[in-house]
């Protein structure tokens, strides 16, 4: 089905290229399809959040998102895509960018390259993964301007993200794309400035290639539903099994973009193992930095306590040169520091695992075959392994923390963020639970509940900074006992299992693959370490991931 509806595709192409009358305006692209069977078919899923009410979008027409930049992309023939997949596909961004010095590439076709390869599957039902929900319309020429500033200037390749297209979750703000968090309620929210860590990327030289799906207002929003799920893009679903496996979230779209070779990169948001959690479902790299490393001005929020930005890769090389082009002092958060690294030469100079000393948690070496066998891998490469049972601790109050946080944080965006206020009628949260209850079935047709737990929780301002002390107290003692007992350079977990720990600890963690289960189900090695440690994270990530080269693209999305 895939191949003839994309040589259907294909066939439009070369018509439109032959035809200098054609609208381009006009042409279809996508037909919206009865998705009920597919639905019908997960009900009986064995994971009860996999059980969908939807999967397309009843909001999102692919026509509007695909339409404008048809032209360029039906004009970059199948035989072109196949001569640069050597170059691009899996590749990192370091090798790219040694072919583009090469002349064997430009950026040019290495943006029309990720383009034909999301029209090739997101445009074809039975591949879609509903990640994409739209695309930076001059994001070729963009591109072709990057090729002549490099003609003129080639000094401008020494910058590692120069000319690579990224994409981003649909929560950060982009000058000229709208940003919707997912929610039909900021639907129209187009009249933004860059959030200030999509300033970083530009000046760095950095393409914005277009948005991605995610959980609905970062999955604060209903309770027990899908995880990827918003109104705006659908059901964002797993390249390793469409409909099988969780695709993690909030950072949804980010995870599932990366994992299928859409763009050299993507950027996603984490309060709670919304990076960690995406990652490790769909076997990318991901990084969960410290809080106040990166800025958090210009992005849709839920706690400013425990929000952080971090970049979603394919491997650790990559990985580091985002987070170095994402830093720098923001003068608009005021828990934005001033940090200036090299992490792509310092993974670089010290990756090793020889002499390192790692925690792992005797509980999961019990219960968890694939992280035991990985500890062993890790002994045997020189490692010291201590196993330890985590001290019980106490996280309540965790989501009055995120009520309260989300209160206030969420009316401070609007007001100071969005600029088009005839367009984005609400105001906070009372507003947009009430906006919701106007078309339940296409609003919320999950509910709302954790919106309107918000509304229910009166816990003062006074006793919400007793939560956050004893909150952080305690996820810094779970981790700390052991750290300090054995001196450790970090402690392992799997995929986003402790994440809630190290989010109110505002200790930072590296999610790397490590393998599949026994199902094909994508599995993660987590590394967590102290403050403002990521050059330490990186590190021990890349030693890791160049040992055993774990990550396998996944077989679909493959071609």
Known sequence: MKKLYFILLVLVGIACKNDPNVNYEDVVLWEPYNDSAEVAANQDHENTRMRYKLIQSRVLDKNEVFRPLYKEVSRFSEAEYDSLKPLILEQDIPTIQLHVASG???????????????????????????????????????????????EENPDLLQNPLFGMPVLLKDNINTKGMRTTAGAIALENNENTEDAFIVSRLKSNG?????????????????????????????????????????????????????????????????????????????????????IGLLSRTGIVPISSTLDTPGPMTRNVVDNAILLGALTGKDPADAKSVDVNMDYLSGILEGSVLRGKRLGVFAPLMESDSVYASTVEKLKEMGAEVFSFTPPEVQMNGFSTLLNIDMKYDLPAYISTQVKDTQAVKVRNVLDVVAFNKKDTLLRMPYGQARLEGILSDSTTLEELEVIKLNLEKNGRLFFDQAMEEFQLDAVLSINNYHAGYAAVAKYPALTVPMGYRETGEPVSLTFIAKPFEEDKLLQLGYAFEQATKARKAPEMYNE
Do not use: H, M
């Open 104 to 150: 064997e590439l430009s950026y040019e076709k290495l943006v029309l390259f990720y383009l034909y390869r999301i029209y090739k599957y997101e445009l074809d039902n039975a591949t879609t993964l509903n990640t994409v929900i739209a695309l930076n319309a001059d994001v070729v020429e963009e591109a072709r301007e990057k090729d002549r500033e490099i």
């Open 206 to 290: 950095a393409l914005i290639l277009g948005k991605v799906n995610l959980s609905e207002w970062a999955y604060f929003f209903c309770g027990g539903c899908p995880v990827g799920y918003s109104a705006i893009g659908g059901q964002t679903l797993n390249p390793y099994g469409r409909r099988v496996f969780e695709t993690g979230g909030s950072s949804s779209g980010s995870g599932t973009s990366v994992a299928a070779n859409y763009a050299v990169a993507a950027i996603g948001t984490e309060t709670s193992g919304s990076i960690l959690s995406p990652s490790g479902q769909n076997s990318v790299v991901g990084l969960k930095p410290t």
